[in-house]
């Protein structure tokens, strides 16, 4: 195989956990790739960290002398700095544990034809220096239709991006990759993957990247708007969808999609302090999502629960790890 590899490396003030994300994708048994390391204007010291690593050829690094945010940042990188076949994109509090994984990755994007592929992947819960850890064990097919993929993402399908590799010249041409600055713009990415033309999916049975849960992440730092902002992953495709489905079967899955959007945002995002604020700037943002939330979260105990446990921040994060245990226990993950 000589299919060249390009790894996007975003990160921002993370220069403690940047040098893990390089050296995993260095350890890859297949070499042919460059490294973008896409600096969104650190602040820190990433920019002397990562010096030892530049003498390799194969690795990239830019600055934007202002942060310009994350998905722009990729977009960036994508466009005006990779020039291999395939693009992968590894955040900074990410890394690769299978040392196999481009090699078998491409070798099963060939056979296929596939424009995508996603894998299984490891949640590693860090915080205070202690780490718990467990798996993702979806089991799907080699290869999946985009009309599966579509109707299954989120139920039972749900695979982290941070897994994904996908063919750069495809995703150009027919997709116009991250060009919203939204916070779920590799979700929407997905969508568009799904429904674009003669669209298969690759699945590879490993266990291929771990990522960092912790306190810190862009997931727990989201800001209310931004969250409302982003759930046009949702519906941006929508109207393409039904040009191809059934125009109910869109609807009543995007309604689905909006609803475990909400749902899982409950704790880590929308708080017992934040909640009424939150319901009114939904209510303004986005009518569609505020007549289905309210319902939803009336139904759930489970975030009810969370939602009150919020009040108390200390006491919630106790339960995360606590219900992070049970579910260790209860699947049998390590």
């Given amino acids: 195989m000589t299919e060249k590899m390009s790894i996007i490396i975003p990160t921002y003030n993370r220069a403690t956990m940047l040098p893990h994300a390089i050296e995993s994708v260095l350890s890859q048994a297949y070499t042919n790739f460059q490294i973008i390391i896409a600096d969104d204007g650190s602040i820190d010291n990433t920019e002397a960290v990562i010096q030892k690593y530049l003498v390799d050829p194969r690795i990239i690094y830019f600055k934007n002398p202002i942060n310009i945010g994350c998905h722009p940042n990729i977009?960036?990188?994508?466009?005006?700095?990779?020039?291999?076949?395939?693009?992968?994109?590894?955040?900074?509090?990410?890394?690769?544990?299978?040392?196999?994984?481009?090699?078998?990755?491409?070798?099963?994007?060939i056979k296929h034809h596939s424009k995508l592929l996603l894998s299984n992947f490891v949640i590693v819960f860090d915080e205070n220096g202690k780490r718990q850890t467990f798996k993702d064990n979806q089991a799907l097919p080699e290869l999946t239709t985009g009309e599966s993929m579509y109707f299954g993402w989120c139920n039972p399908i749900l695979?982290?991006?941070?897994?994904?590799?996908?063919?750069?010249?495809?995703?150009?041409?027919?997709?116009?990759?991250y060009d919203k600055n939204i916070v779920f713009a590799d979700q929407e990415l997905w969508l568009r993957f799904f429904l674009s033309p003669k669209c298969n999916v690759s699945f590879l049975k490993t266990h291929s990247v771990a990522f960092l849960s912790h306190f810190n992440s862009m997931t727990m730092k989201q800001n209310l708007e931004d969250f409302i902002d982003g759930l046009?992953?949702?519906?941006?495709?929508?109207?393409?969808?039904?040009?191809?489905?059934?125009?109910?079967?869109?609807?009543?899955?995007?309604?689905?999609?909006?609803?475990?959007?909400?749902?899982?945002?409950?704790?880590?995002?929308?708080?017992?302090?934040?909640?009424?604020?939150?319901?009114?700037?939904?209510?303004?943002?986005?009518?569609?999502?505020?007549?289905?939330?309210?319902?939803?979260?009336?139904?759930?105990?489970?975030?009810?629960?969370?939602?009150?446990?919020?009040?108390?921040?200390?006491?919630?994060?106790?339960?995360i790890k606590l219900r992070f245990q049970l579910r260790k226990y209860k699947e049998g993950l390590v």
């Fill in 75 to 109: 977009r960036k990188a994508l466009y005006e700095y990779t020039n291999g076949k395939y693009i992968f994109i590894l955040s900074d509090d990410t890394y690769l544990i299978d040392p196999n994984y481009f090699s078998n990755a491409i070798t099963m994007m």
């Fill in 159 to 177: 695979l982290n991006s941070s897994t994904a590799i996908f063919e750069r010249n495809y995703a150009i041409t027919y997709l116009n990759p």
């Fill in 232 to 319: 046009v992953w949702c519906t941006s495709t929508e109207d393409l969808a039904k040009q191809q489905f059934n125009p109910t079967r869109v609807m009543n899955h995007v309604d689905f999609l909006l609803k475990k959007s909400l749902l899982n945002a409950v704790g880590p995002i929308i708080t017992f302090k934040n909640f009424f604020t939150f319901l009114h700037l939904l209510k303004d943002k986005n009518p569609r999502a505020y007549n289905l939330f309210l319902p939803a979260l009336l139904k759930s105990p489970s975030r009810l629960f969370r939602l009150l446990l919020s009040s108390i921040p200390s006491l919630y994060r106790t339960c």
